[in-house]
């Protein structure tokens, strides 16, 4: 009773007392779980996200600097320009130098299926998951150069469990297990539109993943980051899991960033056309950074060099490469949280379940690009759309299985 009382006066002092609403129906386990939860709330933090998202203070400002960055286009390399940045890049692949990290904390519900979007098959006639296209890659790489790569894998409290079975039960693709290793993403409480944290519906804290560039500090909790210390690891790439076609194990990508000695390097390709909405490379008050579509201003947009191309044109394809030294850094280091209105069904302070039929509740997620922000210069590879980029993110349309079934099967040449 000692521990419930003091939690009760934390939420009293920070005026969350709602959160408490359901303990009396839990059992003694959830009662232990929901009190937990509270013990892990950064109230301060909370506080803090809630004022300025109240007050519209957002990360970017509208006097940020904004200009092009500098790339280099894979294309157009000379054939000494392409053997020196292969020969750099393989060296590192085969000394043991590299580490490969997956995004797979969502779930496929956007695409009407319900379990790890990890799992999801795209229509191949092999009907392999997106875990086994994305495997399949890292295995050649392994034969190729006659090492293996170590594969971490980030999931979700909501999907860990069946991840990590689905691996089991295909043996892990072929993949050595003890050179896979799983760690979950970490979470943050949902606020109201009046600041309070959300009860879900089963009475207890309604947390919600902390976005990609939760990773840094995921990577510390689960022990990853110690991990890859141990093994010496210079390089990691961090990809989703939604991409069949990402290209992590790339000797040109690596050879490129080690021989420019940037501390972190993207791959883009060129923007569909200037309306796309996607986020691009830019330089941020002189830093590296990306801009989200909504940002750009329709004349930013649609600005073309002299050679007609799109002065804003690199695409994010969120496969990004860091040196471990830096990734150590970052990871000390908090990154801006992102607000994002959303729906939300909650049980409010006298126990009844609201369903939301409008957005209603803040989400808050922090961006992998932030960290570039930190360095001093990265590079930028701009690769093929049709060779490396076909994500999975709609039912339908564009982006869908149906578009990335199809850049697939012409990429490795399927009847």
């Known amino acids: 009773m000692k521990k419930y009382e003091e939690i009760k006066e934390i939420l ?20 232990e779980k929901l009190l937990n939860q509270i ?49 750099v890049g393989e060296n590192i692949i085969k000394t043991k130098k590299l580490a490969v990290l997956t995004v797979a904390g969502g779930q496929g519900t956007r ?19 997106l875990f086994e296209l ?7 790489a392994n034969k190729k150069y006659g090492v ?21 039960e295909n043996n892990y693709f072929g993949y050595p297990e003890k050179e896979v290793k799983f760690f979950i993403q970490g ?7 009046d ?33 890859l210390n141990a093994r010496n690891v210079d390089w ?67 600005l073309r060099d002299k050679n007609g191309e799109l002065v804003f044109g690199e695409s994010n394809v969120n496969c990004n490469l860091f040196n471990m030294k830096r990734i150590n850094e970052v990871a000390e280091n908090e990154l801006p949280y992102h607000a994002a209105h959303k729906k939300a069904d909650y049980i409010d302070e006298n126990g009844k379940l609201v369903v939301a039929e409008k957005p209603n509740a803040y989400k808050y997620e922090t961006f992998i690009f932030d960290a570039f922000e930190s360095m001093e210069s990265m590079a930028i590879l701009r690769v093929k759309r049709e060779e490396e980029f076909a994500p999975v993110k709609n039912a339908e349309g564009v982006d869908s299985p149906a578009t990335s079934r199809e850049l697939y099967k012409k990429f490795y040449n399927i009847k």
């Open 134 to 140: 994305i495997c399949k890659p890292l295995k050649e």
């Open 187 to 193: 979470e943050i409480p949902m606020i109201s539109e």
């Open 111 to 129: 695409l009407g299926f319900k379990g790890p979007k990890g799992k999801y098959d795209i229509g191949l006639d092999t009907h392999e998951s």
């Open 39 to 87: 013990s892990d709330i950064d109230f301060k933090q909370i506080n803090t996200l809630y004022e300025n998202t109240k007050n519209n203070k957002n990360t970017n400002s509208k006097d940020d600097l904004i200009e092009p960055i500098d790339y280099v286009d894979e294309s157009k390399l000379t054939e000494e320009e392409y053997n020196n940045y292969k020969n």
């Open 12 to 31: 009293k002092k920070n005026n969350q007392e709602q959160l408490l609403v359901c303990y009396d129906k839990l059992d003694t386990e959830g009662k």
């Open 195 to 227: 600041g309070k944290i959300l009860v879900n519906e089963e009475g207890f804290v309604k947390l919600a993943a902390d976005g990609h560039g939760g990773v840094f500090k995921s990577m510390v909790r689960s022990g990853v980051l110690k991990d």
């Open 148 to 168: 293996i790569i170590p594969w971490y894998i980030m999931t979700s409290n909501e999907n860990n469990e069946e991840t990590v079975s689905f691996f089991k």
């Open 236 to 302: 990691l790439v961090i990809g989703p899991v939604d991409n069949p076609l990402i290209n992590m194990a790339d000797p040109i990508f690596l050879g490129v960033t080690a021989s420019k000695n940037c501390m972190a390097a993207g791959k883009s390709v060129v923007k569909a056309n200037p309306e796309e909405r996607v986020g691009v490379f830019c330089k941020r008050n002189k830093k590296p950074s990306v801009i989200e579509y909504t940002e750009i201003s329709q004349e930013m947009c649609n």
